[in-house]
């Protein structure tokens, strides 16, 4: 009678085989982890409710699940991150792009207030299936009424940059963006709100303030080597080793946009193949671009080139003292950086530059996890964590070009499979073949 009692309680114990099946079973997958550069073969990995369930080696019991993928022979990778974004000129495109990708995961850094909302409010409804977005809303700068760029939250005084800080946690931004033509007075005001409003804050370094001022203001990360500044400074190495010390004690991070850099330096004619994908309002953009760099003297074309030539060696350096790096690419701001793609150029030329593939992964992947206080969600492949993920032909650990070869997405749970992947890429170019409005990125 014990005996008897004893199995009915146990088969009354729920198990992933006894209880609700999973809604995605991946099989047979060799699993990438981003954390030591390990690998694991023959893997099975459940998913249910947008998240990974079980981890386990694959075995010849019995798959219970809504659907069932056979992964033999392909690598299981966190979802990428695009860590330096504008998606407001055609998020429509935009999205389906970056999903096609493998990029599961945006951080925006320009977006007007109402088009943010708006955007939210669509993902939020169903009618965009995006990939997780983390958003500033508009930058607080400046501008000159010479740059194209619309200003709809022009901050100039401390007064202007604290009420803006304080309206924008109001409207739910994850973080605030400071721009090249962010006043002084403005900028050190924002800095001291968002510490009070539990914000980070972001950005270029405003021109009137030194890189070694923002730093210790907080600034949680600068982009695009703060327009080459931070290249220029490290041209000595007292002052380099100097800005690196300053970077570490004040954990600040460094999103280089190497792709973006490049495409100033070197004004190559546009990509057709890529250019395909980009809405006539954002090429129009380009040509503007375009005709900035045309006019600059060749002294000054020179003198670009051989700053974009030691940011990548800059990069590895920051990389190998323990700075904190992060993918990013300015897409579609510039010719040739276009959403989705310019991510794995970027981590390609990290790699030129001197990262390992890993370290280079670790850009898209574990960092912004890090980078954004979700590592308990996202950045590696662990039981619990959400079911952002990509499966790829190719181990990216031996060529990160390996990247690119997507055999499949899973993002917050859902899969895309090749022909969802290459449907997502046609109805991009259709949209951007459509007519539309004049709206412009914003760097």
Known sequence: MRLLALALVLAAVPTMAQGSPAD???????????????TRSNQRVSLRNG????????????????????????????????????????????????????????????????????????????????PRLVASGPALDDLPPQYPLPVKLRVKTADDGRKAVIMLKANGVDFIKVHNFTTRE????????????????????????????????????????????IVDECSDATKCQSLIALFK?????????????RSVAQGAPVDERRAQYV????????????????????????????????????VAEFQRQGIGILAGTDSPVVPNVVSGFSLHDELALMVEAGLTPLEALQTATLNPARFLGKLDDLGTIEKGKLADLVILDANPLEDIHNTTKINAVIAQGKLLDRTDLDRLMREAEEMAKAPEGAAQPGK
Not at 62 to 73: E, F, M
Not at 249 to 261: D, K, R
């Open 186 to 229: 403005a900028f050190f005001a924002i800095a001291d709100e968002c510490k009070r409003q539990n914000l980070t804050f972001v950005g270029h370094v405003p021109l009137t303030v030194s890189i070694q001022e923002g730093t210790e203001a907080g600034m949680k990360s600068i982009e695009h080597l703060s327009e080459f500044r």
């Open 51 to 130: 998240r990974i369930v079980a981890i386990e080696p694959e075995s010849r019991t019995a798959t219970r699940a809504a659907k069932v993928v056979d992964a033999a022979g392909k690598f299981l990778i966190p979802g990428l991150w695009d860590m330096h974004v504008h998606i407001e000129p055609a998020p429509k495109i935009f999205t389906r792009l970056y999903l096609a990708q493998g990029i599961t995961g945006i951080r925006d850094m320009r977006m007007e207030l109402d088009a943010l909302l708006q955007l939210r409010s669509e993902i939020a409804s169903g009618e965009i299936f995006a």
């Open 24 to 38: 995605l079973v991946v099989r047979h997958v060799t699993i990438v982890d981003v954390t030591n550069g390990q």
């Open 279 to 314: 809405p006539a309002k954002v090429k129009v953009f380009w040509n503007m671009t375009t005709g900035m760099i045309q006019s600059m003297t060749a002294e000054q074309k020179a003198h670009v080139k051989e700053q974009y030539m030691r940011a990548g060696p800059l």
């Open 249 to 261: 004690t004040y954990g600040t991070w460094q999103t280089p946009t190497l792709v973006e850099l």
